[in-house]
């Protein structure tokens, strides 16, 4: 299958499930993750019309970067340490990762411009997930205020690896509800209109439940390294 043919698969998947719950595909954003994929790979997705690029390492972030620079919209979606902050922060264009305040506070300090952060939780509560508690993740955006060059525009997680329809749409929908309680305080520093969730095996579900960006690495890019 050819990178085009899995994004024809995948539109199709998407009109689908956003006919079900009366969205519209202009709604929701692919973020085509390169991780297992190499630099021609990330080429062939750009030719492909796909503009937006996942990845979750600093150092295969940098490579990617190097070559292909403002031909695509950076997204960094893995937890990132604060000691490589330094060396990224300013090559991308949103971080999927925000989850707690030491982090919040490095990003102050090394970003030039403001930066637009999904703040990551952790829905399932499986202890080998990063992210906050749902009950914490209020209190936590309001302490981001005062760092002001982040902007939170969404909320981000990951379900747990399930083929339980009915154990992912739980975990969706908790996002959906949390993201309408943030929207609610009306911060400034927090519009919260974006829903980060989704990947292969289960995106379908996520944009049916709400879902503006589907992070896709298997099913539509595949691995090639
Ligand atoms: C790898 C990864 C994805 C994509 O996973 P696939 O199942 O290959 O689509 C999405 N989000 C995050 C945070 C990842 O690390």
């Known amino acids: 299958m050819t990178i085009r043919d899995n994004l024809a698969n995948i539109n199709e998947k998407i009109q689908e499930a956003c006919n079900k719950s009366g969205r519209k595909p202009e709604e929701v954003t692919i ?24 990845e979750n390492r600093d150092r295969e972030f940098l490579e990617k970067y190097e070559a292909l620079q403002n031909r695509a919209q950076w997204h960094f979606i893995g937890t990132l340490q604060s000691r490589k902050v330094k ?10 990762s925000l989850d707690r305040l030491s982090l919040a506070k490095e990003i102050h300090k090394r970003r030039e411009e403001l930066l637009p952060c999904f703040v990551q939780v952790n829905v399932s509560g499986e ?16 302490q981001l205020a ?33 993201q309408l309680k943030v929207q609610e305080k009306k911060f400034n520093h927090a519009p919260c209109h974006e ?6 095996n289960d995106f379908e579900i ?20």
């Open 127 to 142: 202890e080998s997930k990063h992210g906050l508690k749902p009950e914490e993740t209020l209190d936590f955006i309001e």
């Open 87 to 96: 060396g990224i922060i300013n090559h991308i264009d949103y971080l999927h």
């Open 195 to 200: 829903l980060s969730m989704g990947m292969s």
């Open 206 to 225: 996520a944009i049916e439940e709400g879902a503006t960006m589907v992070r896709l690495g298997t099913a539509l890019v595949g691995k090639d390294i």
């Open 31 to 54: 973020i085509a993750v390169t991780k297992y994929s190499s630099i021609q790979r990330a080429e062939e997705l750009l030719e492909a019309g796909i503009r937006h690029l996942g």
């Open 146 to 178: 005062p760092f002001n060059k982040i902007q939170v525009i969404g909320l981000m997680t990951m379900a747990p690896l399930s083929k339980d329809e009915h154990t992912l749409r739980k975990v969706f929908s908790k996002l959906k509800e949390l």
